[in-house]
């Protein structure tokens, strides 16, 4: 983490007024970032994606990157893609777009920037290595501030930014564990809600990803442990987001 992240991210008291007033300052830094046009992977930094959400959520969701129309809403995950998260997330016993609840969850992204459309057409640009190296202390500080129960990673950059690289059909269905600051914290995967990887048009994939919302309602006491798989549709859309 970089050094003046580390110490807004560290600072003292470490009560939840302070680390609320710290992660707006952390915002600010966000915003103003220029990092990846000064290195030449974007021609301009905007829009930025900020975290959104309290830092006592229960959930900190991790997500790639915001999609095209990031600027456009106040909130993330607020199209297509959130139409799908939110029903996701009903079948782990939330409400309706629970992601919007800055009581429940911080949403945030591995790159804070829209990375342009894949050379193809379809779908978003993967960030680049060092694209995500230059944001990862801004993520690093968010870990730092935010008190989650459990993280959910969206998608394969994300889970593999967050516990190593491993094909999805590995890592869904699983809780991972990860150290930051001190602190163990569970991770569950979930396929990226724009459904551009196709992941779940397999009827297997379909039953491990219930299984995976399972388990992130009983971690988040929101479902019973060891109860059966949820029943209801596991959606696909069209349009990127976070």
């Given at each position: 983490?970089?050094?003046?992240?580390?110490?807004?991210?560290?600072?003292?008291?470490?009560?939840?007024?302070?680390?609320?007033?710290?992660?707006?300052?952390?915002?600010?830094?966000?915003?103003?970032?220029?990092?990846?046009?000064?290195?030449?992977?974007?021609?301009?930094?905007?829009?930025?994606?900020?975290?959104?959400?309290?830092?006592?959520a229960a959930m900190l969701i991790v997500g790639q990157a915001p999609g095209a129309a990031g600027h456009t809403h106040e909130k993330p995950?607020?199209?297509?893609?959130?139409?799908?998260?939110?029903?996701?997330?009903?079948?782990?016993?939330?409400?309706?777009?629970?992601?919007?609840?800055?009581?429940?969850?911080?949403?945030?992204?591995?790159?804070?920037?829209f990375p342009g459309k894949a050379p193809g057409g379809k779908g978003d640009r993967v960030p680049s290595g060092p694209e995500i190296i230059?944001?990862?202390p801004y993520l690093e500080a968010e870990f730092a501030l935010v008190r989650p129960r459990v993280v959910v990673a969206l998608g394969r950059?994300?889970?593999?930014?967050?516990?190593?690289?491993?094909?999805?059909?590995?890592?869904?269905?699983?809780?991972?564990?990860?150290?930051?600051?001190?602190?163990?914290?569970?991770?569950?995967?979930?396929?990226?809600?724009?459904?551009?990887?196709?992941?779940?048009?397999?009827?297997?994939?379909?039953?491990?990803?219930?299984?995976?919302?399972?388990?992130?309602?009983?971690?988040?006491?929101?479902?019973?442990?060891?109860?059966?798989?949820?029943?209801?549709?596991?959606?696909?859309?069209?349009?990127?987001?976070?």
């Amino acid at each position: 983490m970089d050094d003046d992240l580390t110490r807004l991210a560290c600072a003292e008291p470490d009560d939840e007024a302070s680390r609320t007033e710290r992660m707006a300052r952390l915002q600010g830094h966000v915003f103003g970032c220029a990092r990846c046009v000064a290195g030449g992977f974007l021609e301009v930094a905007h829009p930025v994606a900020r975290g959104k959400g309290s830092v006592r959520a229960a959930m900190l969701i991790v997500g790639q990157a915001p999609g095209a129309a990031g600027h456009t809403h106040e909130k993330p995950f607020s199209g297509t893609a959130g139409k799908t998260l939110s029903a996701w997330l009903q079948i782990a016993g939330l409400p309706p777009w629970a992601h919007h609840d800055p009581e429940l969850a911080f949403v945030t992204a591995v790159t804070r920037c829209f990375p342009g459309k894949a050379p193809g057409g379809k779908g978003d640009r993967v960030p680049s290595g060092p694209e995500i190296i230059l944001c990862q202390p801004y993520l690093e500080a968010e870990f730092a501030l935010v008190r989650p129960r459990v993280v959910v990673a969206l998608g394969r950059l994300a889970a593999t930014r967050l516990v190593g690289p491993a094909p999805l059909g590995e890592l869904i269905g699983q809780v991972r564990e990860i150290e930051r600051d001190g602190r163990t914290l569970p991770v569950i995967t979930l396929p990226h809600p724009s459904g551009v990887s196709r992941w779940l048009n397999l009827p297997a994939n379909r039953e491990q990803h219930l299984a995976a919302l399972r388990l992130l309602g009983e971690l988040l006491g929101t479902l019973p442990v060891d109860s059966p798989n949820p029943v209801g549709a596991v959606g696909r859309s069209e349009q990127g987001g976070m």
